[in-house]
């Protein structure tokens, strides 16, 4: 099969200085947050947990792909299964929610949205907001929502840049921007390739294979009148990858050739309207459709062809309501219809639908000078699965001028996806084994069984019913100290209790032996831990930035199996023993530490330099002693240290350049990270061919 | 892959001898010797079928635990074998798997704490193909297969408790799958995995006086 695969390229992080410098770190300054509470709001009244990643960080230092910039925040952590993916305070990828200006991205992959297909070269800012965000985007945002926004269109502006690294990679933008009278416009193109890379010695096959990518975005926008404005979105980027790949069978080389091409478009028009002081309403209409193929071919031969298409349409109004001078209310309401075709499904003709009503309402009330309170809550009524309620309620105190404190307690769901539900998979390799969605899987186990092909039906397959959305409460306590103004400081103390979470379960056996697999509710898990952030600027130069997240995970059922003493590994001898709750680990492939440390200088004649550092710890990865969970006795991936180097100058003319280096030590891990590269060098220059005048 | 391991294999088994034996102030209990057999081969790897699955002969490796000893195939149909394995199946001496006193069951627990088969538990007899005494199937009876790391690893606090051939019992906690008594890394190649497999290293407890205490 062919691996989902990306560039781990680069870089990039820059520090901000002068008279804005605390921008960097969540907390007080007064950069504007929406993703929080839909609503504009100064990000030093904002409740929960943020992080902002503005262009200024991500533009300098000259990130490519949205991972790179990822990696180097707190508590976030990449996964490489399926393309990269986002952990979230212990979460899975599956779990956080992506959006693009408020609108959500569609064709994951066993869960995973590959970060790798979103470029950067556009956007104003990030938004990371962690705990749960049910309550206002519904499905997904169990342990956090990511919001990019892109640039909107202002004044009149041109600008190009290139940037040439390791592997031949080779990256070109161009961001146009022109407003005239009522009418404003933009326009960005991406162009992205690489000759891909393996770390594994002796193998033609690439662990990242030769690809290229191409993003566009188009933006319009009209004001009918101070009150009244439209703009419309058209986003469209396409992926295509090459891989070769030699399968050794009897001692005979078969060469392959593996190709995917992913599509993703997206159209986003909003009509936004202020009634008077009081009242705002916007509406918003979205259709996006991810496609992919991936085939594998040995001369002529199809040997392995994979389809997807899915398809995302939605409609929603939110209303803002100005009720008082210290009370907002938000009421919105919206409808989702959703199409998938998969050659993974039994018939790839056959177009599976789902449809979302959902309304939602949040009131934001500032109660005296120290404290302020919102709550919110969604309904979600699904047409496949059980309806979801989330209520979120958060405080911020403000205890004096340097102390504050932030406590929030939220519901987040995940409705099941087409896959738990329609999946139809055969693996004849390895034995042959199936995987059916739980609704297709009582209709092909019950006919196979009328036809006497199956051996043995498990308790399992009895529990088969309708899946229920996976469910978390999600708790955060914060504290933010800035005890002067070179100092800042953010403690976060983050737990998640997760209820309902669908596994694969062995369901049945065919005559023969090959086992037949179907998705239940049937696990409940914690994740918990802690978060710390700190910023010293030292003087007008130099500036230091520093993030720790430390983290606990459980499996409830693992957890209780240890304490009625039925869990057992090995001792040195290899005779059996009892294990004990210390040697517990958790979840697989969660690093109980992670860290990262920044350290900036910018000069005043616009030269700059940064190193990046990121750690983690070692993390689980395979079950050794066969017990079936994941102990001190298991197999582990070393912990890792990666360092980013980067430097740049703006000149007089327009011109930027920067040089850097990714990966600096060189840190490979063949087993476990095949798809993190080596050392990596680029140069970038960028080039203003239009200054912005009219701002 | 293209390594054949010869059908009939002429390895013998060590039997090591690690406890002591004592005999308490009434001198009828004693405390049994556990025995270790290592790398006793179970129907090993002799080739690749076009398709790339591996295949051995198809032939149980009997064995003896009263006798500590490999029984020949031409025994197969009498009482003189209590237990036999070939890849992941382990049959017992009763029912479809031969036609002694046999049976057993899959015993959860540590070996040193399993001092008496307890007295509800059931022992069951094989009925092949879907119901060993031993519970055939990965992570249904004594061992689970990592499809991952292509590597069958025996689930420790398992204790087979067997039934022998002549309606004795002893208790058996197999201790690894791979040749050498250990289980290969998960990046070894699949070439290694496939030679080494299929070699059982367990220790045992038999009782010969008929009671179900060890």
């Given at each position: 099969?062919?691996?989902?695969?990306?560039?781990?390229?680069?870089?990039?992080?820059?520090?901000?200085?002068?008279?804005?410098?605390?921008?960097?770190?969540?907390?007080?300054?007064?950069?504007?947050?929406?993703?929080?509470?839909?609503?504009?709001?100064?990000?030093?009244?904002?409740?929960?947990?943020?992080?902002?990643?503005?262009?200024?960080?991500?533009?300098?230092?000259?990130?490519?792909?949205?991972?790179?910039?990822?990696?180097?925040?707190?508590?976030?952590?990449?996964?490489?299964?399926?393309?990269?993916?986002?952990?979230?305070?212990?979460?899975?990828?599956?779990?956080?929610?992506?959006?693009?200006?408020?609108?959500?991205?569609?064709?994951?992959?066993?869960?995973?949205?590959?970060?790798?297909?979103?470029?950067?070269?556009?956007?104003?800012?990030?938004?990371?907001?962690?705990?749960?965000?049910?309550?206002?985007?519904?499905?997904?945002?169990?342990?956090?929502?990511?919001?990019?926004?892109?640039?909107?269109?202002?004044?009149?502006?041109?600008?190009?840049?290139?940037?040439?690294?390791?592997?031949?990679?080779?990256?070109?933008?161009?961001?146009?921007?022109?407003?005239?009278?009522?009418?404003?416009?933009?326009?960005?193109?991406?162009?992205?390739?690489?000759?891909?890379?393996?770390?594994?010695?002796?193998?033609?096959?690439?662990?990242?294979?030769?690809?290229?990518?191409?993003?566009?975005?188009?933006?319009?926008?009209?004001?009918?009148?101070?009150?009244?404005?439209?703009?419309?979105?058209?986003?469209?980027?396409?992926?295509?990858?090459?891989?070769?790949?030699?399968?050794?069978?009897?001692?005979?080389?078969?060469?392959?050739?593996?190709?995917?091409?992913?599509?993703?478009?997206?159209?986003?028009?909003?009509?936004?309207?202020?009634?008077?002081?009081?009242?705002?309403?916007?509406?918003?209409?979205?259709?996006?459709?991810?496609s992919s193929l991936q085939e594998l071919n040995t001369t002529g031969n199809t040997l392995y062809s994979d389809y997807l298409w899915h398809q995302f349409n939605r409609i929603e109004n939110q209303t803002d309501y100005q009720a008082s001078k210290?009370?907002?209310?938000?009421?919105?309401?919206?409808?989702?219809?959703?199409?998938?075709?998969?050659?993974?499904?039994?018939?790839?003709?056959?177009?599976?639908?789902?449809?979302?009503?959902?309304?939602?309402?949040?009131?934001?009330?500032?109660?005296?000078?120290?404290?302020?309170?919102?709550?919110?809550?969604?309904?979600?009524?699904?047409?496949?699965?059980?309806?979801?309620?989330?209520?979120?309620?958060?405080?911020?105190?403000?205890?004096?001028?340097?102390?504050?404190?932030?406590?929030?307690?939220?519901?987040?769901?995940?409705?099941?996806?087409?896959?738990?539900?329609?999946?139809?998979?055969?693996?004849?390799?390895?034995?042959?084994?199936?995987?059916?969605?739980?609704?297709?899987?009582?209709?092909?186990?019950?006919?196979?069984?009328?036809?006497?092909?199956?051996?043995?039906?498990?308790?399992?397959?009895?529990?088969?019913?309708?899946?229920?959305?996976?469910?978390?409460?999600?708790?955060?306590?914060?504290?933010?100290?800035?005890?002067?103004?070179?100092?800042?400081?953010?403690?976060?103390?983050?737990?998640?209790?997760?209820?309902?979470?669908?596994?694969?379960?062995?369901?049945?056996?065919?005559?023969?032996?090959?086992?037949?697999?179907?998705?239940?509710?049937?696990?409940?898990?914690?994740?918990?831990?802690?978060?710390?952030?700190?910023?010293?600027?030292?003087?007008?130069?130099?500036?230091?930035?520093?993030?720790?997240?430390?983290?606990?995970?459980?499996?409830?059922?693992?957890?209780?199996?240890?304490?009625?003493?039925?869990?057992?590994?090995?001792?040195?001898?290899?005779?059996?023993?009892?294990?004990?709750?210390?040697?517990?680990?958790?979840?697989?492939?969660?690093?109980?530490?992670?860290?990262?440390?920044?350290?900036?200088?910018?000069?005043?004649?616009?030269?700059?330099?940064?190193?990046?550092?990121?750690?983690?710890?070692?993390?689980?990865?395979?079950?050794?002693?066969?017990?079936?969970?994941?102990?001190?006795?298991?197999?582990?991936?070393?912990?890792?240290?990666?360092?980013?180097?980067?430097?740049?100058?703006?000149?007089?003319?327009?011109?930027?350049?920067?040089?850097?280096?990714?990966?600096?030590?060189?840190?490979?891990?063949?087993?476990?990270?095949?798809?993190?590269?080596?050392?990596?060098?680029?140069?970038?220059?960028?080039?203003?061919?239009?200054?912005?005048?009219?701002? | 892959?293209?390594?054949?391991?010869?059908?009939?294999?002429?390895?013998?088994?060590?039997?090591?001898?690690?406890?002591?034996?004592?005999?308490?102030?009434?001198?009828?209990?004693?405390?049994?010797?556990?025995?270790?057999?290592?790398?006793?081969?179970?129907?090993?790897?002799?080739?690749?079928?076009?398709?790339?699955?591996?295949?051995?002969?198809?032939?149980?490796?009997?064995?003896?635990?009263?006798?500590?000893?490999?029984?020949?195939?031409?025994?197969?149909?009498?009482?003189?074998?209590?237990?036999?394995?070939?890849?992941?199946?382990?049959?017992?001496?009763?029912?479809?798997?031969?036609?002694?006193?046999?049976?057993?069951?899959?015993?959860?627990?540590?070996?040193?704490?399993?001092?008496?088969?307890?007295?509800?538990?059931?022992?069951?007899?094989?009925?092949?193909?879907?119901?060993?005494?031993?519970?055939?199937?990965?992570?249904?009876?004594?061992?689970?297969?990592?499809?991952?790391?292509?590597?069958?690893?025996?689930?420790?606090?398992?204790?087979?408790?067997?039934?022998?051939?002549?309606?004795?019992?002893?208790?058996?906690?197999?201790?690894?799958?791979?040749?050498?008594?250990?289980?290969?890394?998960?990046?070894?190649?699949?070439?290694?995995?496939?030679?080494?497999?299929?070699?059982?290293?367990?220790?045992?407890?038999?009782?010969?006086?008929?009671?179900?205490?060890?």
């Amino acid at each position: 099969m062919i691996r989902i695969l990306f560039i781990v390229t680069l870089i990039g992080w820059s520090i901000q200085l002068g008279a804005q410098s605390l921008d960097t770190l969540s907390g007080t300054a007064d950069e504007v947050v929406v993703t929080a509470t839909r609503t504009e709001r100064k990000l030093s009244n904002v409740a929960v947990p943020v992080i902002i990643v503005s262009n200024k960080i991500i533009e300098r230092a000259g990130s490519l792909r949205l991972k790179d910039i990822l990696q180097e925040q707190t508590g976030l952590f990449i996964t490489n299964g399926f393309g990269a993916g986002v952990q979230l305070q212990g979460l899975s990828p599956d779990y956080t929610l992506i959006l693009i200006d408020g609108e959500p991205l569609v064709g994951r992959t066993a869960g995973v949205l590959d970060l790798n297909r979103l470029n950067v070269g556009n956007i104003k800012k990030i938004e990371i907001v962690k705990g749960p965000g049910s309550s206002l985007y519904g499905s997904e945002a169990m342990a956090g929502v990511i919001n990019i926004i892109t640039e909107k269109p202002a004044g009149t502006k041109l600008d190009a840049g290139l940037r040439y690294g390791t592997y031949n990679t080779f990256d070109a933008l161009t961001n146009a921007s022109y407003k005239k009278g009522a009418f404003s416009a933009s326009g960005h193109m991406n162009y992205y390739r690489t000759d891909g890379f393996s770390i594994r010695p002796f193998t033609v096959e690439r662990t990242v294979a030769p690809l290229n990518r191409f993003t566009q975005q188009w933006q319009f926008g009209y004001s009918f009148s101070t009150k009244t404005k439209f703009t419309v979105s058209f986003r469209n980027a396409t992926e295509q990858i090459t891989n070769e790949l030699g399968v050794t069978n009897n001692g005979v080389i078969t060469y392959s050739k593996g190709r995917e091409e992913n599509k993703d478009v997206n159209i986003n028009p909003v009509l936004t309207h202020q009634f008077n002081d009081r009242v705002k309403t916007i509406l918003r209409l979205y259709n996006t459709t991810f496609s992919s193929l991936q085939e594998l071919n040995t001369t002529g031969n199809t040997l392995y062809s994979d389809y997807l298409w899915h398809q995302f349409n939605r409609i929603e109004n939110q209303t803002d309501y100005q009720a008082s001078k210290n009370l907002q209310l938000t009421f919105g309401a919206g409808q989702v219809n959703e199409y998938v075709r998969s050659t993974r499904y039994d018939n790839v003709n056959n177009k599976r639908s789902n449809d979302v009503t959902y309304g939602f309402t949040q009131a934001d009330w500032i109660i005296n000078t120290w404290l302020t309170v919102i709550g919110g809550l969604r309904y979600d009524d699904n047409r496949l699965y059980a309806a979801a309620l989330s209520p979120k309620l958060a405080l911020r105190a403000k205890l004096n001028t340097k102390l504050f404190v932030n406590a929030s307690v939220g519901r987040g769901f995940k409705a099941p996806d087409f896959r738990q539900l329609y999946l139809n998979f055969t693996n004849t390799a390895a034995g042959g084994y199936s995987v059916y969605g739980s609704l297709e899987a009582q209709k092909v186990i019950n006919e196979l069984n009328r036809l006497g092909q199956i051996e043995s039906l498990e308790a399992d397959f009895y529990r088969l019913t309708n899946l229920q959305p996976e469910q978390s409460t999600g708790w955060n306590i914060g504290i933010q100290w800035l005890p002067e103004k070179s100092w800042k400081f953010n403690v976060n103390l983050f737990r998640n209790d997760i209820t309902n979470l669908i596994d694969s379960r062995l369901v049945a056996y065919k005559k023969g032996g090959s086992q037949i697999f179907s998705y239940l509710n049937v696990r409940n898990a914690v994740t918990q831990g802690a978060e710390l952030e700190l910023l010293y600027q030292l003087n007008k130069y130099w500036q230091v930035q520093a993030g720790y997240q430390l983290l606990y995970t459980a499996d409830l059922a693992q957890l209780n199996e240890i304490k009625a003493g039925r869990v057992f590994t090995r001792d040195a001898g290899g005779f059996s023993r009892l294990m004990k709750r210390s040697e517990y680990f958790g979840l697989p492939n969660r690093s109980r530490h992670m860290a990262n440390m920044k350290i900036g200088y910018e000069h005043p004649k616009n030269w700059f330099a940064n190193l990046r550092a990121i750690y983690r710890s070692k993390w689980a990865v395979n079950d050794i002693d066969g017990n079936g969970l994941f102990n001190s006795n298991d197999g582990f991936a070393n912990g890792m240290l990666l360092v980013n180097i980067s430097a740049g100058k703006k000149w007089k003319n327009n011109l930027q350049t920067q040089v850097g280096i990714d990966n600096l030590s060189d840190y490979t891990d063949v087993f476990n990270l095949p798809n993190m590269p080596g050392r990596q060098y680029y140069l970038r220059i960028n080039y203003t061919i239009i200054q912005n005048k009219n701002k | 892959m293209k390594h054949l391991v010869k059908g009939v294999v002429v390895i013998m088994l060590m039997g090591a001898f690690v406890a002591c034996s004592k005999k308490d102030s009434n001198g009828d209990t004693q405390v049994l010797a556990a025995v270790t057999v290592n790398d006793l081969p179970a129907d090993t790897i002799i080739g690749v079928s076009p398709n790339g699955q591996p295949y051995g002969s198809g032939r149980f490796t009997l064995y003896s635990l009263e006798r500590n000893q490999v029984v020949s195939n031409v025994d197969s149909n009498t009482n003189k074998w209590d237990i036999g394995f070939r890849g992941t199946t382990v049959i017992t001496n009763s029912g479809t798997g031969g036609p002694g006193m046999g049976g057993g069951f899959v015993f959860v627990g540590t070996f040193d704490n399993l001092k008496s088969v307890p007295t509800d538990s059931t022992i069951r007899v094989d009925a092949a193909p879907s119901a060993y005494a031993i519970t055939n199937g990965s992570n249904r009876g004594w061992y689970v297969y990592n499809p991952t790391a292509n590597l069958v690893t025996p689930i420790p606090g398992r204790v087979l408790v067997i039934r022998t051939g002549t309606g004795k019992f002893a208790k058996v906690e197999i201790l690894n799958y791979y040749r050498g008594g250990v289980t290969l890394p998960a990046s070894a190649s699949d070439d290694e995995k496939t030679r080494k497999q299929r070699f059982y290293t367990f220790r045992f407890v038999y009782q010969s006086n008929g009671s179900k205490n060890f």
